[in-house]
């Protein structure tokens, strides 16, 4: 076997591994896709049973509870309690505005999580192929300048 059938085996081989390791990669981000899938569909159905079963939520004032997460947003407890008073912060409305908030945080906590995980897998998933690429043309370019006497 000459040299260069060598080399392009060789070369054929590592390309090879790189493609294998690229989709265990691959299959290990589609497993922790799935896997917070379901976590984010379980707590859906968590919240949804919370709902349901919390007494008197469909009496609460939407605009209230509104009211009192902007400025739960603003300035925490003391804010509610200058505008609406020491009883407000222990309301029903209260709750419900602190519970949307809560959920709010989770949600943009999981994207930005999301996103740091896609991030890292794509950079992961380029590099293998891409160090194989480069030291196959590392290696030609050492052929051509062998071969011409350099």
């Known amino acids: 076997m000459s040299d260069e059938s ?21 299959e290990r981000r589609r497993e922790q896709e799935d896997a917070a899938r379901e976590v984010a569909d379980r707590r859906r159905v968590l919240d949804d049973a ?30 509610v309690r200058r505008r609406f ?16 908030q809560r959920s709010a945080q989770r949600r943009g906590r999981e994207a930005m999580e999301r996103g740091v995980d896609e991030a890292r897998s794509r950079e992961a998933s380029r590099t293998p192929l891409r160090d194989a ?15 011409r006497g350099r």
Do not use: W
Not at 13 to 24: G, P, S
Not at 55 to 72: F, M, S, Y
Not at 133 to 147: H, I, L, M, N
């Open 133 to 147: 690429a480069v030291k196959q043309q590392q290696g030609r370019e050492r052929e051509r300048d062998t071969s």
């Open 6 to 26: 060598k080399e392009s085996t060789s070369v054929r081989d590592r390309l090879d591994a790189a493609k294998e390791a690229d989709r265990r990669i691959e």
């Open 85 to 100: 008073g020491g009883a407000a912060v222990k309301s029903p409305e209260a709750a419900k505005a602190r519970a949307q």
């Open 50 to 79: 919370e709902k349901r079963s919390a007494p008197g939520q469909r009496d609460l004032d939407a605009e209230r509870v509104g009211q009192i997460r902007h400025e739960l947003a603003k300035g925490g407890d003391d804010a």
